[in-house]
């Protein structure tokens, strides 16, 4: 009985033995380290767990490439993050004083290739100033006018005579040629106010 209880102890105590060998395999199994995968360490994670994105993270080529021209400083072609957007790309390329940014979208996402032309302001029509009255305007102001061979267009010319003044003219000499400028007045509808107007752009010959 003693050695029957003997061998009854023995062969439990194999089986415990072999039972814990099975356990400790099957748990060097599951670890990474006994699959030849190593533990990474210091992952930058989040409250969640998750890992964050980073710009080291990105994928290879996540960028967009444009083309700015236009209204701008420094137009060329600009290689901006993947998401960015027109403002960005503009912002690169320095838009000058004229340029009108109210005709573009801002806000929209860049695409790659895309070409942005920004805008310029509608030139306004330029205002010439009016030169002064030049020296052959002057001269020809201060031309004088023959009473007794004056055309009637020139006698227009002269200060407060109109086309009837000047026919009256034209028909007083006709009969009574001028012989000094006064006589002038004696035409009819020319007094001595006219006069006083054209006194100085008047001749006689």
């Given at each position: 009985?003693?050695?029957?209880?003997?061998?009854?102890?023995?062969?439990?105590?194999a089986?415990?033995l072999?039972l814990?060998?099975?356990?400790v395999?099957?748990?060097?199994?599951?670890?990474?380290?006994?699959r030849?995968?190593?533990?990474?360490?210091?992952?930058?994670t989040?409250?969640?767990?998750?890992?964050?994105?980073?710009e080291d993270a990105?994928?290879?080529?996540?960028?967009v490439t444009v083309h700015?021209?236009g209204?701008?400083e420094?137009?060329?072609?600009?290689?901006?993050?993947?998401?960015?957007?027109?403002?960005?790309?503009?912002?690169?390329a320095?838009?000058?004083?004229?340029?009108?940014l109210?005709k573009?979208?801002?806000?929209?996402?860049?695409?790659d290739?895309?070409?942005?032309?920004?805008?310029?302001?509608?030139s306004?029509?330029?205002?010439?100033?009016r030169?002064?009255?030049?020296?052959?305007?002057?001269?020809?102001?201060?031309a004088?006018?023959?009473?007794?061979?004056?055309?009637?267009?020139e006698?227009?010319?002269?200060?407060g005579?109109?086309?009837?003044?000047?026919?009256s003219?034209i028909d007083y000499r006709?009969?009574?040629p001028?012989?000094?400028?006064?006589?002038?007045?004696?035409?009819?509808?020319?007094?001595?106010?006219i006069?006083a107007?054209?006194?100085?752009?008047i001749?006689?010959h």
């Amino acid at each position: 009985m003693f050695r029957l209880a003997r061998q009854e102890q023995f062969a439990i105590g194999a089986l415990v033995l072999l039972l814990a060998a099975v356990i400790v395999g099957f748990t060097v199994r599951r670890r990474p380290e006994a699959r030849g995968f190593p533990v990474e360490s210091g992952v930058n994670t989040g409250a969640s767990g998750a890992v964050k994105d980073t710009e080291d993270a990105a994928a290879p080529g996540a960028a967009v490439t444009v083309h700015v021209t236009g209204a701008v400083e420094s137009p060329g072609v600009y290689r901006l993050p993947l998401g960015a957007r027109i403002n960005d790309a503009v912002e690169k390329a320095k838009p000058t004083d004229a340029a009108d940014l109210s005709k573009l979208n801002l806000a929209a996402r860049l695409e790659d290739g895309e070409k942005i032309i920004v805008p310029a302001y509608e030139s306004l029509p330029r205002v010439i100033p009016r030169e002064p009255a030049g020296a052959e305007d002057a001269e020809e102001d201060a031309a004088t006018v023959d009473l007794n061979s004056a055309t009637q267009a020139e006698l227009e010319t002269l200060p407060g005579i109109g086309p009837a003044r000047a026919k009256s003219i034209i028909d007083y000499r006709a009969e009574h040629p001028f012989r000094r400028v006064e006589d002038v007045m004696k035409v009819p509808g020319i007094g001595p106010g006219i006069f006083a107007r054209i006194q100085d752009r008047i001749v006689v010959h």
